[in-house]
């Protein structure tokens, strides 16, 4: 039933052309704004959700998840051109593609990146369609208590993985946690944290929240450490097909790459830069004393463009499956798809399979597409690079805010929008990493709400997360994670 939802999306694509155009303009964009340093991937969603409000669900999901993949891979072509990564993504890549780049090898480094992006995205696609259904049927069994212990899971997964700041990230969550509560109390309907406001009585939408912290917040970060000039030069570009033995030695970085992004991708709040990390790390290793890593490798940028591809289609098994976000960028699709009125979760599979196949097939149209427009459109995208900083973020500004007030015609999302950027950029200044507040305020209500039910229902015991075995597996592992710092810090000192 899925893969026939599946094959209907390739259809809808074929028998109207003006779908298929506006997936080739949303690629295009999602590249270009994937390689304008200062703009990542998750800003690029943000900047674009507002926009598919009044579109189909189908349709809107389809174009945030074309900018989605091809914003991954234009990441990497200001990394390898300029030494300037694009996204989080591809602050690997340029250890080696931009030495490529120096060489007079821009072009080469570009294809493997292209190259190594593709496979990733299909392989993390075709895993995405194994593993996900069979998540889904498991998670039917979940009930209250598992989803509290879900959520607080994902909680404490993204302070741990805040590399070298736990406290920052567990502060950082629990400011999300405070807004997520502010709002009509869903159990007993009374009004809290409102401060007599009409406005914040139906709680802070995610939207603005999102557009704010991840578009405003990096427009600021950008223009304080900007010059606001043009970029360095560009250097030639020439062919982008690498030689054909140099293919032959690196495919087997596509692989090891696209199996390390897909099992961080699937783990909720890894992110991009822990797995091309993880991949480059163990590229180093299964080519030791074979290659010049540092200096030029082309296995140090395919692996991990392979891995921050195949990443994608991993951070999208917990979405569709569980309804936690695998990374920043699927928590704005947790929030397109709210908007639009389906719940992502297990029951997603049942009530609205069509929906689960355009998610499939839009990301592996996306995935094609962005390899036929980089080989087609490539030189044309470097020229917008050029343009000057201050024009780029003044542009995106307007966008934010056009985008904020587009959700409900209201100034006040606007004002939200503003103050969340701002707030994010203050917590920038002061290394406070600003990704777990949103998750915070995603995952807060969800967790607050499914504790308090299951207390109710339990009449207050909480032996109730003990007593089935999913919540006991789920709480046995909560406790591990938070363990690991503590023996981790006992095994140094020994």
């Not at 639009?340 to 995935?367: C, K, N, R, W």
Request: with cysteine; glycine share 12%.
């Amino acid at each position: 039933m899925l893969f026939d939802a599946f094959l209907d999306s390739f259809g809808i694509f074929a028998q109207q052309p003006i779908l298929m155009l506006m997936a080739i303009a949303a690629v295009a964009m999602g590249i270009v704004l994937g390689a304008l340093p200062g703009v990542s991937s998750t800003m690029a969603l943000a900047i674009l959700l507002p926009l598919t409000f009044g579109m189909a669900p189908g349709v809107a999901m389809m174009l945030l998840l074309m900018v989605l993949v091809s914003s991954v891979f234009g990441g990497s072509i200001s990394a390898i051109l300029l030494n300037i990564p694009g996204t989080p993504g591809a602050i690997v890549t340029q250890f080696d593609g931009y030495p490529m780049a120096q060489q007079g090898r821009a072009g080469h480094a570009l294809g493997h990146a292209l190259i190594a992006s593709t496979v990733g995205g299909v392989l993390g696609v075709i895993a995405l369609m194994m593993i996900a259904p069979v998540i889904a049927k498991s998670a039917m069994e979940f009930r209250s208590p598992e989803f509290a212990l879900l959520a607080l899971f994902g909680l404490v997964l993204l302070a741990y993985t805040v590399e070298g700041a736990m406290l920052a990230g567990l502060l950082s969550g629990a400011i999300g946690l405070m807004f997520g509560m502010v709002g009509f109390d869903t159990m007993s309907g009374v009004a809290r944290f409102d401060f007599g406001s009409a406005i914040l009585q139906n709680g802070i939408d995610i939207i603005p929240v999102t557009i704010g912290i991840f578009g405003i917040t990096e427009v600021l970060t950008t223009l304080s450490a900007s010059r606001h000039g043009a970029l360095p030069s560009v250097p030639k570009i020439g062919s982008l097909i690498p030689p054909r033995l140099e293919i032959a030695r690196v495919w087997p970085s596509w692989l090891r790459g696209s199996t390390t992004g897909t099992l961080i991708g699937a783990i909720p709040a890894a992110g991009s830069a822990i797995a091309v990390a993880v991949a480059y790390a163990l590229e180093r290793r299964f080519t030791r004393g074979e290659a010049r890593f540092g200096k030029g490798e082309p296995r140090g940028v395919a692996a991990p463009e392979a891995a921050n591809s195949a990443l994608t289609g991993g951070a999208m098994i917990p979405l569709v499956t569980l309804g936690i976000p695998g990374d920043s960028m699927s928590a704005i699709l947790i929030g397109a798809l709210i908007i639009h009125g389906l719940q992502p979760g297990p029951m997603m599979f049942v009530e609205h399979p069509d929906m689960i196949g355009t998610i499939y097939g839009s990301l592996m149209l996306a995935t094609l597409l962005t390899f036929a427009v980089g080989v087609v459109f490539l030189r044309v995208i470097v020229q917008v690079m050029k343009l000057p900083t201050l024009v780029m973020m003044v542009l995106i500004s307007l966008l934010c805010m056009v985008g904020a007030f587009a959700i409900r015609n209201s100034l006040a999302d606007v004002s939200v929008m503003l103050l969340f950027g701002g707030m994010g950029y203050l917590m920038t200044l002061i290394r406070i990493p600003v990704a777990p507040l949103v998750f915070g305020l995603i995952l807060g209500p969800l967790m607050e709400e499914n504790l308090r039910r299951t207390l109710i229902l339990s009449r207050g015991s909480w032996s109730v997360f003990v007593e089935r075995p999913i919540s006991a597996t789920i709480l046995a592992l909560i406790i591990m994670v938070m363990l690991l710092p503590i023996i981790a810090h006992w095994r140094r000192r020994a």
